[in-house]
């Protein structure tokens, strides 16, 4: 049973060009959640999402940031004319509808704006 | 609101020796508690967790963790570490259910012959 794929593993943009970082859940997996890791720094949550659905998105800039998770396909989160300010690592976990709340995580995409 | 404390940036330990890291919560709830480990350069892969009765749980690589209500703590440890544990390690909480973690800032283990 393969992880949580993301993709792609590192992504460089220039300032004002756009970003898509791709997650892939577990089999089996409804729940996917997006976290960001600026360097030196936890794990900070952005959005919750089931399929075709926003959970949870109170942890998403109000400008710029996006995500979707549709029927079929990977989730993708998208952020619109990148800042420096958007360095960071964006990790995807994926979970199922269950009490435990166990998510797992995929290996990151390192986003650098040059 | 919920948040997790983790009040060592970097601990530096003997390889063989016992090592504990420390975690403080702050959660209005029954806390969900996690501990992961960050390798360089990959994801986060989960250590152990914690939702309820036996307050002392194993997870996986050897190490414990235990819960106490009245400190508000789950501390880690392991009785002896090995070179291999060098990496990362976040504290995190949840609530019952299907919902986003809050996780600490982490604490880097170096490892030293």
């Known amino acids: 049973n393969a992880g949580v794929m993301q993709n792609p593993r590192h992504l460089v943009r220039r300032r004002g060009q756009e970003a898509r970082l791709r997650c892939s859940p577990m089999?089996?997996?409804?729940?996917v959640y997006w976290y960001r890791q600026l360097p030196e720094e936890g794990l900070k949550f952005m959005v919750y999402?089931?399929?075709?659905?926003?959970?949870?998105e109170s942890g998403m800039p109000k400008e710029r940031f996006s995500a979707e998770f549709p029927k079929e396909g990977p989730s993708i989160l998208r952020i619109q004319q990148v800042v420096r300010g958007d360095s960071a690592a964006y990790f995807c976990?994926?979970?199922?509808?269950?009490?435990?709340?166990?998510?797992?995580f995929g290996a990151g995409t390192r986003l650098s704006v040059l | 609101a919920q948040s997790v404390t983790q009040p060592d940036i970097h601990i530096t330990v003997s390889e063989g020796a016992s090592l504990e890291l420390r975690c403080n919560y702050s959660y209005g709830a029954t806390p969900y508690l996690f501990w992961y480990v960050q390798s360089p350069g990959q994801g986060l892969q989960l250590l152990l967790k914690y939702f309820s009765g036996d307050t002392l749980v194993q997870g996986i690589k050897g190490f414990e963790a235990e819960f106490k209500r009245s400190q508000s703590s789950f501390n880690l440890r392991k009785p002896s570490v090995h070179w291999s544990d060098a990496a990362e390690y976040f504290c995190a909480v949840g609530p019952f259910g299907n919902e986003k973690l809050t996780f600490g800032t982490g604490t880097r283990l170096t490892i030293i012959p």
């Open positions: 089999k089996g997996h409804s729940h």
């Open positions: 999402l089931q399929k075709e659905n926003i959970i949870d």
């Open positions: 976990a994926s979970g199922i509808r269950d009490r435990e709340n166990i998510q797992y």
